[in-house]
């Protein structure tokens, strides 16, 4: 295909539309380049540049008159009867300039406008409003210190300016860890349900908060009473399918459940914002003051994981270990076993909403990376890690996990990796899981006289 | 009166008439032993009336109500305990807490969540215990118990629920000689106080023409003999099914 780049017209535009490496990669490609004498000028790169890269340097008629023509701007009044009609443009062409669209209409060329191009992890390579934005917001803080009559601190992005609160931001992390992982625990361990899919009902208490704030604007405490509430709902609906299945096979459905909120929340952008996930859920003070907010957390999470004990000490949590331990057993004295473990994982769906909640507001958004199936196995690390045996396990485990990738994170870019062997090396070390370990240390301590 | 009736039940897996037109009944208080050698139906039988199988046809008339096709928590509900083959009980829990489970569910609170489990009927549990000589244990995990005294957690967990009927599929097996006799002769003296009908199923033939008041055999899924001990061992059918005719040990011996 013959490709042109015209020249910029509009008066301080120093953009162009190709740089001989897109040069280079669309020659390779097998389509011939004509570049607009002088074109890259303003932009520092000069005729030469792309004639070594494999364009041809041409008039102003040759590059408008390609079959592809490659704009910065949208063409301008004088510009666009000299595109030829069927050609298509492709630029910043203004999608909202109703006048220039009619223009272009009637100039019968195709128009691609990349601003307008959706803003998905596919199409991250044609963004064109991050980078440029981006820039602009730093010169527009470097323009305004200049005005302004008194000092302020260097402040580039938000990355390293909260340094002060870390302990606490840390602490609200473990404590959403630690609700997470108690309630996987409650169907895992005594329900003996293996979950894999339990980000599903975090990812719902998250967006139900989340959302509930951005579409009807509730108050920050209606969305944490609704996050559980919209979780539950969802466990009510997954759970009752997933109790019909045993072993791997609970596993895969529970997985695919998880797989289904966040495909939804991910394509269905008009209601969630797709991949941009929902901004601005800030707490309103005074808990916008992370002290404030780490003890709002401590004390769901203490409820939480308070409740969920005193269920487990409760007939219903007998029946549950009953129901695993037994179900031929547990069946043949009246219990309704898939009754039991249904409603043993809607309770857990919904407090798992609490801890999607809380996060939702101590981070001001959710997107759909934070729901992914990485969530759902990073629950079944911190139980398996604290160990299954008992409920200080879970806690323990999530407050260890959530600690170490902080730390890890911190450290270096391959985090993950550093991670996953040091998680390999204690799972190792303590096969019962951490508190398994110490519990039977203690033991053996108190078996000697 | 009977207490449980068993009316033309039939059942088949493919083209396999595991059960084929058996009736029988058992009278209150009544120890009937259900024999018959291996495949001739006597767990597809005992897993109609407890609810794990739905009959083909026929009815199973427990109380004067037919109960086919009930779930087994149902069956259990109306007053059937059971026990099985290879004992069944929570292993994560002690002794008393798998006694206490059975009590819950027989109080209909199984769903509540505030109250402390450990607290609930606690003293008819170690009543329960008592009785079948295991109340010293009832702290103690129950996976760490022996085969024997599992079997004994198991009937007081049967018995948790007052039940008229008791069904006990092999209650013997895996036991030795010893610990078997002591089991039947437990479960024989609480049932009889308790005027508790039990139906069990059994290979070993000591235990049965010692304990049971009456007999039923099962082969190839027909009943061919009903009866005490004494007619039952003379049963020239039974005697077929069991021996075989006798004629190859005949012709062997005579040449």
């Not at chain 1, 037994?326 to 009246?334: D, M, Q, T, V």
């Not at chain 1, 798992?352 to 969530?375: D, Q």
């Not at chain 2, 009959?55 to 037919?66: A, H, K, T, V």
């Not at chain 2, 009456?214 to 061992?233: C, E, F, H, K, Q």
Request: net charge positive.
């Amino acid at each position: 295909m013959l490709i042109g780049v015209p020249a910029e017209s509009m008066a301080g535009e120093t953009r162009v539309a190709a740089t001989p490496e897109t040069v280079k990669k669309l020659k390779a490609q097998g389509h011939t380049l004509r570049i607009e004498s002088h074109a890259g000028v303003a932009a520092s790169v000069p005729d030469a540049a792309y004639e070594a890269a494999g364009a041809e340097i041409t008039d102003a008629a040759g590059a408008w008159g390609a079959d592809l023509v490659l704009k910065v701007r949208c063409p301008s009044e004088s510009e666009t009867p000299r595109l030829r009609a069927g050609a298509t443009v492709v630029g910043m062409l203004n999608p909202f300039d109703a006048t220039g669209l009619q223009r272009l209409a009637a100039a019968g060329v195709t128009a691609y406008a990349l601003e307008a191009a959706p803003r998905t992890t596919r199409a991250q390579s044609m963004d064109v409003l991050s980078s440029q934005a981006n820039i602009a917001g730093y010169k527009a803080v470097i323009l305004a210190a200049n005005e302004y009559g008194r000092f302020m601190p260097m402040l580039m992005t938000a990355a390293g300016t909260v340094k002060a609160a870390r302990v606490l931001i840390l602490g609200i992390d473990v404590l959403t860890a630690v609700i997470f992982a108690t309630s996987l625990h409650f169907i895992m361990g005594p329900g003996g349900m293996h979950s894999f899919g339990h980000a599903a009902y975090f990812g719902l208490g998250a967006y139900g908060a989340a959302l509930l704030v951005k579409w009807v604007a509730v108050p920050m405490g209606l969305a944490l009473v609704a996050a559980p509430l919209v979780a539950l709902a969802g466990a009510l609906l997954f759970g009752w399918f997933a109790v019909r299945l045993s072993g791997v096979y609970l596993a895969m459905l529970t997985l695919a459940f998880a797989q289904i909120v966040w495909a939804l929340v991910f394509q269905w952008e008009a209601l969630t914002g797709g991949s941009n996930g929902v901004i601005g859920v800030w707490p309103p003070p005074p808990f916008d003051r992370a002290w404030v907010y780490f003890l709002l957390s401590l004390v769901l999470a203490a409820i939480g994981v308070l409740m969920l004990r005193r269920f487990l000490f409760a007939p219903f949590g007998y029946a549950m270990r009953a129901g695993r331990d037994s179900p031929l057993r547990a069946e043949a004295i009246g219990i309704d076993v898939k009754r039991v473990h249904w409603l043993g994982f809607a309770i857990a769906g919904a407090v798992c909403g609490v801890a999607g909640g809380l996060f939702a507001f101590a981070k001001g958004s959710i997107s759909p990376e934070t729901i992914h199936v990485g969530r759902s196995i990073d629950g079944l690390v911190m139980v398996l890690l604290g160990g299954i045996q008992t409920l200080t396990g879970p806690i323990v485990g999530a407050s260890v996990f959530a600690t170490l990738q902080d730390t890890v994170m911190r450290q270096t870019e391959y985090w993950r990796a550093l991670l996953g062997i040091i998680i390999l090396l204690l799972v190792l070390a303590f096969p019962q899981g951490i508190v398994g370990a110490f519990s039977s240390i203690w033991r053996k301590a108190g078996a000697k006289p | 009166m009977s207490v449980l009736a068993i009316r033309s039940l039939s059942k088949a897996f493919g083209g396999v008439h595991a059960v084929n037109n058996v009736s029988f009944e058992i009278a209150q208080g009544e120890f009937l032993a259900m024999i018959g050698p291996n495949g001739a139906g006597k767990s597809t039988c005992f897993n109609m009336i407890n609810g794990q199988l739905t009959p083909d046809s026929g009815e199973i008339l427990f109380e004067d109500r037919n109960i086919a096709g009930l779930k087994p928590r149902a069956v259990w509900r109306l007053g059937v305990g059971r026990t099985f083959q290879v004992a069944a009980t929570f292993s994560s829990m002690t002794v008393i807490e798998n006694v206490q489970m059975a009590l819950i569910s027989h109080g209909h609170e199984t769903y509540q969540l505030w109250r402390a489990a450990a607290q609930m009927h606690r003293d008819r549990a170690l009543d329960l215990l008592q009785q079948v000589g295991m109340r010293e244990a009832a702290n103690r995990p129950s996976r760490e118990l022996a085969y024997g005294d599992i079997k004994r957690i198991e009937l007081a967990i049967a018995l948790a629920n007052e039940p008229r009927l008791l069904l006990m599929d092999e209650p013997t097996a895996g036991m030795a000689p010893r610990e078997r006799n002591d089991l039947i002769a437990l479960v024989k003296r609480l049932v009889v106080e308790r005027k508790i009908s039990v139906l069990f199923t059994e290979h070993s033939m000591d235990v049965v023409f010692a304990f049971a008041d009456r007999i039923i055999v099962l082969a190839r899924g027909r009943l061919i003999a009903d009866g005490n001990a004494a007619s039952i061992r003379d049963h020239p059918q039974v005697r077929e099914v069991y021996f075989g005719t006798g004629k190859t040990f005949a012709t062997g011996a005579s040449s």
